[in-house]
C-alpha cells in the first residue's frame, strides 16, 4: 500500500522534480531539467546488481548482523557491506542510501544539480546552498527544524530513521534521526543504527554522540517527541 511521503514537501526547491518508481523503489528526483528515462535506466541497474547478489547470499536482505564477504568485486554491494560492518547493522540498512547516490551520480553527468530522495534518505549535489526540513512524525518539532546545507559541503548524504514514521523495521522511538556523510550508504546504515539506539529523551545524547565518532560522520540529529540532540557540522535555521 502506498503511503504519501509528506517529507518531500520539505526540501526548498527551485529545480525540475520529477518521480521514478520500479518496485520497492520511488524517488523523487530534482535536476536542472527532466532526465526520468535516464534514472529509470540507473535504478534498473541497481535494482539488478542488488537482486542477483540475493540470489547468491540470501541473507543479505535479510540479515539484522553485519556480513562479510571479500569475494565481492561489486561497488555498489561493497558499499553496503561496509557500511553494514562499521554501523553494526545488516546490509540492507544501507539499501535506500546506495540506490540514491547511485542514481545521484548517474545523472551528474547530464545536471548539475541533483538532489535523489528515497524514502527519506537523500543524495545531493548542488552548486547553491539547500535547505531540508525534517519531518518527525508527531513531535511538535516536525517542520520547525530546517537544515542548511553549503554549496561547499556538496556532494553530500542526508539519511533519516524513525521508530514512529513509516514501515521499515526500527528497534528505536525516536521520531527522526538524521546523519550527514559524504558516504550516503554509511549515513543510511548509522542512521538505522542510531535509531534502533534510542528508546528514550535520556538516550539522545549518548546514541548521536557514538555515531558522530564514526570516522566519515559529518553531523547527526536525533529528535524524540518535543526534545533534539544535534552535534558535528549541522547548521539549524
Given amino acids: 500500500m502506498y503511503e504519501k ?31 526520468d528515462e535516464k ?37 555498489l554491494i561493497n558499499q553496503m557491506l561496509k557500511a553494514g560492518q562499521i554501523a553494526n547493522v545488516g546490509p540492507f540498512a544501507a539499501v535506500a542510501g546506495t540506490i540514491a547516490e547511485y542514481v545521484g551520480k548517474s545523472l551528474e553527468k547530464h545536471s548539475r544539480n541533483v538532489v535523489v530522495e528515497n524514502g527519506g534518505d537523500i543524495y545531493m549535489q548542488s552548486t547553491s546552498d539547500r535547505r531540508i526540513g525534517i519531518y518527525a512524525g508527531d513531535s511538535p518539532l516536525t517542520g520547525k527544524v530546517i537544515i542548511k ?15 514512529t514514521v513509516g514501515h521499515s523495521l526500527s528497534f528505536g522511538k525516536a521520531d527522526a534521526v538524521v546523519v550527514l556523510s559524504k558516504d550516503t550508504a554509511l549515513a543510511d546504515a548509522v ?47
Avoid at 64 to 73: E, F, G, M
Avoid at 150 to 159: A, L, Q, R, S, T
Avoid at 191 to 217: P, Q, R, S, V, W
Fill in 5 to 35: 511521503r509528506f517529507y518531500r514537501e520539505l526540501l526548498n526547491n527551485d529545480l525540475c522534480t520529477f518521480s521514478v518508481s520500479v518496485g520497492e523503489t520511488d524517488l523523487s528526483i530534482s535536476c536542472d531539467n527532466n532526465l
Fill in 149 to 163: 546545507i553549503k554549496k561547499e559541503k556538496f556532494p553530500i548524504g542526508v539519511c533519516t530513521s524513525s521508530g
Fill in 191 to 237: 542512521a538505522t543504527a542510531t535509531c534502533n539506539k534510542i528508546l528514550t529523551k535520556d538516550d539522545i545524547i549518548k546514541a548521536i554522540e557514538k555515531a558522530y565518532n564514526i570516522k566519515g560522520i559529518i553531523g547527526v540529529l536525533a529528535i524524540i517527541g518535543d526534545e533534539l540532540g544535534v552535534i558535528g557540522e549541522i547548521e539549524l535555521v
Fill in 39 to 75: 534514472a529509470y535506466i540507473a535504478i534498473m541497474k541497481a535494482r539488478k546488481t542488488i537482486r542477483d547478489y540475493i540470489d547468491l547470499n540470501e541473507d543479505f536482505k535479510t540479515s539484522l548482523v553485519p556480513i562479510v564477504d571479500n569475494k565481492v568485486s561489486n561497488h
